[in-house]
């Protein structure tokens, strides 16, 4: 499958994410959701839980979450948990959800399709970026397309943090070699989201 430059700069990202945080870095993993909806009611109603794993270990519930449509809520849930601590994450604005139905033949009742659910980002001054999720069910693809979308920029901010500190302490101690080596590092990471520099 053809993969836009957009998606070759994000798998570059990824091995730099695996390499600088290793175990530390962040996992954003589905446990549930539910989500209500009314014909008397323009908003959808999402609860949903997830474990966060990395520096630390928790479970995280979000409950009574309104949005137009449940990917929105998703999206509003996550945005509004993860954006005061990540604050590069301001920059991210859902604008788009593609849903293709994936139909096989099937000699059983029922179509036993899946469905492939592509969230759709745009991120300031960087254009628009695609997390997609494969599965039988609709909700739990968009769920964890939002999860993972959120994951790739908390650990994107995370490794600029410290890919940082160590480009100052590289500069502080004369060694260019691993200055130059950081600020490589910290360039891959800039060309996917902005950061804030000296904000903690």
Do not use: W
Request: proline share 2%; with cysteine.
């Amino acid at each position: 499958m053809y993969k836009t430059p957009q998606e070759f700069r994000r798998e570059s990202v990824k091995d730099l994410i695996e390499k600088v945080l290793k175990e530390q870095k962040t996992t954003l993993r589905p446990l549930s959701i539910t989500c209500s909806e009314s014909l008397n009611d323009d908003f959808t109603t999402t609860d949903f839980s997830f474990e966060e794993l990395g520096q630390e270990s928790k479970i995280v519930t979000l409950e009574n979450i309104k949005g137009k449509g449940f990917i929105d809520g998703v999206f509003q849930g996550l945005y509004t948990k993860y954006v005061e601590k990540y604050p590069s994450i301001e920059k991210l604005k859902l604008v788009d959800i593609m849903v293709n139905p994936i139909m096989k033949a099937s000699k059983n009742l029922g179509s036993d399709a899946k469905a492939s659910v592509i969230f759709r980002v745009e991120v300031a001054s960087h254009g628009i970026a695609e997390f997609q999720h494969r599965s039988r069910s609709m909700i739990y693809s968009g769920f964890v397309s939002g999860l993972n979308t959120f994951q790739f920029y908390i650990n994107c901010e995370r490794a600029f943090d410290k890919i940082k500190l160590a480009a100052d302490d590289a500069s502080h101690r004369n060694r260019g070699d691993i200055l130059q080596k950081c600020l490589n590092d910290l360039s891959k990471l800039t060309e996917v989201n902005t950061y804030a520099i000296g904000k903690k």
